[in-house]
């Protein structure tokens, strides 16, 4: 298992570390341990989501993204 993926996603931008724009429809893909390695932040925004799932803010440095 090489641990690569491509998945849709939405969120905020940041540019040059300003929150910028909102994106829709992008699709991210990268390693999941580039992933966990590029965490900045974690949010204290929980949102209970359908089921047992829930989720919350995390802001990545360096990721790569297309479609927005």
Known sequence: MSGDFSVGAEGMLFKDGVLSEPVREITIASTLQRMLLGIVAIGS????????????????????????
Do not use: K, N
């Not at 925004?45 to 790569?64: F, K, N, Q, W, Y």
């Open 45 to 68: 925004d929980l949102e209970r989501l359908p089921s047992t799932a829930a989720g919350l803010t995390i802001a990545i440095d360096d990721v790569s993204m297309s479609g927005a």
